[in-house]
């Protein structure tokens, strides 16, 4: 017999504050388009630097474009 609980998938705060954070990401660059002049602004709003918003965008698997 298959214990239930084994199928029940762990949400913990951090892989919750992970999803927030690609949504928010996902969100502000929509909104300003995909130009590096845009990424830039981007960044400003989230409050990290360029290179942070890039490193976030490799990690999500977003394109550079």
């Known amino acids: 017999i ?5 199928d029940k998938v762990q949400i913990t705060p951090v892989s919750t ?3 927030a954070e690609n949504e928010l990401i ?3 660059l ?4 995909p130009s590096v002049a845009a990424k830039r602004r981007a ?3 989230l409050g990290i630097s360029l290179s942070t918003l890039y ?3 490799k990690e999500m698997e ?3 474009a």
């Open 55 to 57: 490193r976030k965008l």
């Open 62 to 64: 977003i394109d550079r």
């Open 43 to 45: 960044a400003e709003t």
């Open 30 to 33: 929509s909104e300003f388009g």
């Open 17 to 19: 504050l992970h999803v």
């Open 2 to 6: 298959r214990d239930k609980r084994e």
């Open 26 to 28: 996902r969100n502000v």
